[in-house]
């Protein structure tokens, strides 16, 4: 097996992909040494996850992992025997830390010591993606003006995964960043060519050729859009937009022929993702609604909106990949669950239920999410730049419909669930963490730790793992052309 160290591991997105690719024979292809973060319930998940791993690989009893997870038995009640062992094993590569140059001495040692001398080390793969903030779109609008912007550590902290390149030297990385990478700037400098230029000039005097894994051309030839993917054209459920570069140590690389992946028949919907899901219906916040009209005021309101809407042109709905579509269940079912995990829908005021409603309606007769303006005036929300000419959020509420990848889902999910609406205005409601975690790809038993607001910030921080699986297929078949 090919040993891989994932930073800034988050929930587990990448590792999940990597673990799960086994070579012709079903033999696991990958194993981790060590997965870096530092919040403190994504390592919770991590462990719990990797606990999972180690029972799979080792033929182990699964039920007492059932059991937690479905609420059946309690922490303390199933940590013993063979659970206990597996969980102590996967703990030891699960290591908490805030990455930078004043850890750069604990985190090396750690690596040194899970990696073994330098002499008798085989090829392995670095992984991972440095957190995004500073570098997406939406982090640098909301920073616009800040004289401290060009300063934030978090532009930085890609030297940390540069500084492991260059003294470890894993003969494969794959990086992982948002599509803002591309734009993004600090002072007139590019932060993409910034990056790309560190890459050829790593301590020691290593060096790394970097491959697109969409576009098969020469290092030289590639655009930097060539290194975006676009999720929903491998089977993943939701149009995510990232930029993944592939670093290949160039000592190697002629001897590693390129790889790209292969596309899906076409697109996974939200419907083949959630429908098979159970209904369920949100409470109602204890919280009184701002606008003064009860809920059944508000629903007789919601019926006459929907006769005032003119119908436009409705597009064709996406007509979706059957062998995608199939590859998608296979990776996401779990026949052992009786019931989902973490299916509980959150409460929300009586106001944006009603609006919930009446835009998963429209949504339905239109065939793309509504803007607030599409809601009757006493539905709009209360804010002072509602109906001016200025106003800033008309797409604020956003149904994901049936019948088209989802939207991006991003980590502000956890604080409301405004733009993740579900398409059924039977339901009333946002998504749950189960559902968000499927336009993710993550299989139906992998477990979240922590409240659901952490729950919900950890799926939307993460790498979508059936993508991450797909990656990972590519870089075995790549380190398979070398004797290891």
């Avoid at 005021?297 to 003119?310: G, I, P, R």
Wanted: proline content about 7%; hydrophobic content about 35%.
């Amino acid at each position: 097996m090919f040993p891989i160290i994932d930073l800034f591991a988050g929930p587990g997105g990448l590792n999940e992909g990597f673990s799960s690719v086994r070579d012709d024979r079903g033999n696991f292809v990958f194993k981790t040494l060590a997965s870096f973060e530092m919040d403190s319930l994504a390592c919770q998940t991590l462990r719990l996850r990797a606990t999972y791993r180690e029972l799979v690989r080792s033929g182990g009893d699964l039920q007492p992992y059932f059991d937690y997870v479905q609420g059946n038995k309690t922490w303390q009640s199933v940590l013993a025997g063979g659970f206990k062992e597996a969980y102590l094993a996967a703990k030891s590569h699960v290591y908490q830390v805030e990455l930078g140059e004043d850890n750069r001495p604990e985190v090396d040692n750690y690596i040194e010591r899970q990696l073994g001398p330098e002499d008798e080390r085989g090829h392995w793969a670095l992984i991972g993606g440095p957190p995004c903030q500073a570098y997406s779109l939406a982090g640098r609008s909301r920073r616009t003006g800040d004289e401290l912007f060009a300063a934030d550590h978090k532009h930085f902290l890609y030297r940390e995964y540069l500084h492991i390149l260059g003294k470890f030297k894993p003969t494969i990385f794959v990086m992982e960043n948002v599509k803002g990478l591309l734009s993004s700037k600090n002072g007139n400098s590019s932060m993409f060519q910034t990056i790309l230029g560190d890459l050829k000039r790593l301590p020691g005097g290593t060096s790394y050729e970097i491959r697109s894994l969409v576009v098969d051309a020469e290092p030289q030839d590639l655009d930097p859009s060539d290194f975006i993917i676009r999720s929903e054209e491998y089977g993943v459920p939701q149009r995510r937009h990232r930029v993944i570069l592939l670093g290949v140590r160039s000592d190697v690389a002629a001897n590693m022929p390129r790889r790209v992946l292969a596309k899906a028949d076409g697109p996974v919907t939200v419907r083949a993702a959630v429908q098979t899901m159970p209904s369920a219906r949100a409470e109602m916040s204890k919280r009184r609604p701002k606008i003064d009209l009860d809920w059944e005021a508000l629903q007789k309101e919601a019926l006459v909106a929907l006769q005032t809407v003119e119908m436009g042109t409705k597009p064709e709905p996406a007509k979706a990949g059957p062998l995608a579509v199939d590859e998608y269940e296979a990776w996401i079912h779990e026949k052992r669950l009786s019931e989902p995990i973490q299916h509980e829908p959150r409460t929300h005021m009586v106001s944006d239920l009603a609006r919930y409603r009446v835009m998963a309606a429209l949504a339905e007769r239109l065939g793309k999410s509504p803007k607030y303006t599409d809601l009757p005036t006493s539905l709009h929300p209360e804010h002072k730049n509602v109906g001016s000419e200025r106003t800033p959020f008309t797409d604020r509420f956003r149904v994901q419909v049936w019948d088209a990848p989802a939207t991006t889902v991003v980590s502000h999910i956890s604080k409301d669930g405004h733009y993740y609406i579900h398409p059924d205005p039977e339901q009333t409601r946002s998504f749950t963490v189960r559902e968000a975690a499927r336009l993710q790809s993550f299989p139906d038993n992998y477990f979240f730790e922590g409240p659901r607001t952490q729950q919900f910030h950890q799926v939307g921080n993460a790498v979508p793992p059936l993508l991450s699986k797909q990656i990972g297929d590519v870089v075995a078949d790549m380190l398979g052309q070398l004797k290891n």
